[in-house]
């Protein structure tokens, strides 16, 4: 299932803005909910500076909140090659085949088809055993990569993974004079509380579903508001920049997405007008539908939920939905979302929904009034 974005040839450019790099947070706010959040009234203008734990405000009773469930996985991981030492970094991607997954390769064109390379752990707990992947065969960007007869993926990522934390954090930390890290702080921070396991490990956060705190979910839920999971595989697609002259030009990512029988009740019976969509990566999924779910669908929902399975999945396909201005919105209407990177593709889904000379003033106000940007920053809510 995938839509056509309505695209204009924007300029590339015109997704750039200044920022402030002392502005880039490096941790998120704790508690989580405590992260300031813009709130921007599209209709008169008007804007207000509270935080995410007042966001119950400015939910009523009978709407929904609308999140990204996906679970962010360990996928980095360091590695050396056992022929000659040599070092390396990666970043496993997807599975490709059965005991093999994609992977991208730190300067892999130094790396040949047979190379073994054993993941240097974790965490010097991590035992005396070391996992070992095979590179099969090369793939325009990315290897594929053999794991052990047998061997499970997320138990190797358990033990040799990093969590995959945005370059420009950690270049943001280094410049702090932060040169180490800890990777069990920040496989919790770098995860929102109402992620789910799952066979689509993501290789980044839906970032403004990380404000979120079981306490305010409880709040949020006591005063009437049902929450409807969705999934999308974050991919990193997500972190490429804008590089063609038009947006137009720019490839864009695929990522997977599907949704249980109950959250496609529940959605097909939303009040859009009401509801809050929270993040892109959220929004991404919801416009790549039709204006309504098909029948069909709705129909195997209800028989799931009825023979008591609301769990399984009825939707399952994948997007490269581009959203940039001119796209007209068919399922959000309201929208929480992080400051984002200049030339990305988020800017430009943001830029869609409130304009871009808009939004570049909103953003030049928020480095004015210090927010945090980027995926430990602070929040932007927009109103209708």
Not at 44 to 61: F, N, T
Not at 191 to 220: D, K, M, W, Y
Not at 232 to 249: C, H, I, M, N
Request: aromatic share 6%; glycine share 6%; proline share 6%.
């Amino acid at each position: 299932m995938q839509v056509p974005s309505t695209l204009n040839d924007l300029a590339a450019s015109e997704l750039e803005y200044p920022l402030d790099a002392s502005l880039i947070a490096t941790n998120p706010a704790d508690p989580r909910d405590q992260a300031r959040m813009l709130v921007f009234h599209q209709k008169s203008g008007r804007v207000e500076h509270r935080k995410v734990a007042d966001l119950q405000e400015y939910l009523p009773a009978g709407s929904a909140l609308i999140v990204n469930q996906t679970r962010v996985a360990p996928l980095r991981f360091v590695a050396r090659r056992l022929s000659d030492g040599r070092e390396t970094e990666g970043l496993f991607l997807w599975r490709a085949a059965d005991e093999r997954w994609a992977a991208l390769i730190k300067g892999s064109k130094k790396f040949h088809p047979g190379d073994v390379l054993e993941l240097c752990p974790a965490a010097e707990s991590a035992g005396s055993e070391r996992d070992r992947i095979t590179l099969h065969s090369r793939r325009d960007m990315h290897w594929e990569v053999a794991l052990a007869s047998g061997s499970d993926a997320a138990r190797i990522w358990e033990r040799s993974g990093r969590i995959p934390i945005p370059p420009y954090i950690l270049q943001a930390r280094r410049a702090a004079g932060v040169t180490g890290g800890d990777e069990s702080l920040d496989r919790s921070q770098y995860q929102t509380v109402f992620s789910q396991e799952s066979e689509l490990p993501s290789c980044a956060a839906p970032t403004a579903g990380l404000h979120f705190t079981n306490e305010l979910l409880s709040r949020i839920a006591a005063q009437g508001v049902e929450r409807i999971a969705i999934e999308l595989q974050v991919g990193t697609g997500t972190f490429r920049p804008v590089d063609a002259e038009l947006l137009s030009k720019h490839p864009m990512h695929h990522e997977h997405c599907r949704m249980s029988a109950r959250d496609a009740l529940l959605l097909s019976a939303v009040n859009r007008d009401l509801s809050l969509v929270v993040g892109t990566t959220s929004v991404r999924l919801l416009e790549s539908l039709p204006h309504d779910l098909p029948p069909q669908i709705v129909a195997a929902a209800q028989a799931m939920v009825a023979a008591g399975h609301p769990a399984g999945t009825v939707m399952d396909f994948v997007t490269n939905i581009l959203i940039t201005p001119g796209f007209e919105f068919q399922w959000t209407k309201r929208l929480l979302t992080n400051f984002h990177l200049p030339r990305s593709t988020l800017l430009a889904l943001v830029g869609a929904m409130v304009g871009l000379d808009q939004l570049k003033e909103l953003y030049a106000l928020a480095q004015s009034e210090r927010y945090r940007f980027y995926s430990f920053g602070d929040a932007m809510l927009v109103q209708p």
